[in-house]
């Protein structure tokens, strides 16, 4: 079972960052490989929402439950897709007002062997670079001199 782990720091603060992840209806503008977007439900402490990929004409999709304890933890959980297993976890803490560490982990293994040879190089791609998307497109509004989306309350 494929496991990633990334880490990085970010001179953005916590509460943006945990915005920016939990703000899946915007990854379709910054994140090349989804190609749209589908939200549930969503409350306070969870966000159910599907995301459809194409990359390079492999398409399929993942939906997952994320439990959020904002604005430190966001933890995913299959809900549906091509995998027997999919968990992880974004971690990510303050480092001062305007500063955090960000950690982005997650196992999964496809259903079958079939689905692992065709979509595990193409979902290895996107899991591998996932965490570079979310700075780029954090540095991005900073420059603009937007803010990430709000959090919800």
Same mark, same amino acid.
């Given at each position: 079972? #494929?496991? +990633? ?12 960052? !945990? ?31 599907? *995301? ?23 933890? =995913? ?8 297993? =999919? ?7 303050? =480092?001062? #007002? ?5 950690? %982005?982990?997650?196992?999964?293994? %496809? !259903? !079958? ?7 595990? #190089? +193409? %979902?290895?791609? *996107?899991?591998?670079? *996932? ?8 540095? =991005? ?13």
């Amino acid at each position: 079972m #494929p496991t +990633v782990i990334r880490k990085v720091i970010v001179d953005h603060s916590s509460e943006s960052m !945990s915005a920016l992840v939990d703000g899946v209806e915007a990854y379709p503008q910054f994140l090349p490989w989804c190609s749209g977007v589908e939200v549930f439900g969503r409350t306070d402490s969870e966000t159910h929402a599907r *995301i459809d990929i194409d990359f390079h004409g492999i398409r399929s999709h993942v939906a997952t439950r994320n439990r959020n304890t904002r604005p430190e933890w966001i933890h =995913l959980e299959l809900a549906d897709g091509p995998f027997e297993r =999919l968990a992880g976890h974004w971690h990510i803490r303050p =480092l001062g #007002p305007e500063g955090c560490a960000i950690e %982005f982990s997650i196992d999964y293994a %496809f !259903s !079958s062997r079939a689905l692992e040879v065709v979509m595990g #190089p +193409v %979902f290895g791609q *996107i899991m591998e670079t *996932i965490v570079d998307r979310f700075v780029e497109r954090a540095a =991005l509004l900073a420059r603009a001199g937007q803010a990430a989306p709000q959090a919800l309350p």
